[in-house]
């Protein structure tokens, strides 16, 4: 499978996860960002899979934020 083809594979299911667990909390990315204290467009990035250093920064509070940092 294409390098581009995994990439995108691995952000869908990034985006998953973390949707997932924002719905069983309840919770949206406006008040993560809030929570976080993070701008909502980096909440944005991070929950669809961007491996920008901030994103992935951010991502990292939303998982632990979420209780899903173990994963």
Do not use: C, F, H
């Amino acid at each position: 499978m294409p390098i581009e083809e995994r990439l995108e594979r691995t952000q869908k299911e990034i985006e998953s996860e973390i949707r997932i667990a924002m719905l069983e909390k309840d919770i949206t990315q406006t008040q993560l960002a809030d929570d976080l204290n993070i701008s909502k467009n980096v909440v944005s990035e991070a929950v669809r899979g961007y491996n920008t250093p901030r994103a992935k920064k951010a991502r990292r509070k939303i998982r632990k934020w979420l209780g899903m940092e173990g994963e």
